[in-house]
């Protein structure tokens, strides 16, 4: 488990691992999820990019090497599509998908932070309560 801000760890991870950003798009009751991230397992290791909307969702695989980060701009590269604080711009291009275009954002708004929600996974992110979780038998 990774107990930090730092805006990438995958740059010195090894298996299992999983790494992604999440990106949320909402406009007249339409969603749009995009998800930029590394996963590397005993069987592989890939860089991806997962869409999903009302309709489904899509997992396009890249090789690791298409993957950059530049944590100091919080900038992320897949394949030929970016990811930023200013934006998303994706140019995916498969037998069974192609999504291109770019959407633009306005100022970001930091992330509101408290003892009871230290970042983005709320409280069940606290090392203290992991053994509070429920196990399956």
Request: proline share 8%.
């Amino acid at each position: 488990m990774i107990y930090t801000d730092r805006f990438y760890h995958g740059s010195s991870a090894s298996p299992p691992f999983f790494e992604g950003w999440y990106f949320k798009h909402r406009k007249d009751g339409q969603v749009l999820a995009v998800i930029p991230g590394l996963s590397l397992s005993d069987s592989g290791e890939e860089a991806f990019i997962q869409l999903i909307h009302e309709g489904g969702s899509h997992y396009v695989r890249y090789r690791r090497e298409e993957l950059s980060v530049d944590p100091q701009r919080q900038l992320i590269q897949v394949g030929e599509s970016r990811f930023s604080p200013q934006g998303v711009c994706l140019k995916i291009h498969t037998q069974k998908l192609t999504a291109s275009g770019c959407l633009h954002y306005g100022p970001v708004r930091p992330l509101a932070r408290s003892l009871y929600a230290p970042g983005i996974m709320g409280p069940l992110f606290l090392p203290f309560l992991s053994g509070m979780l429920p196990r399956s038998t």
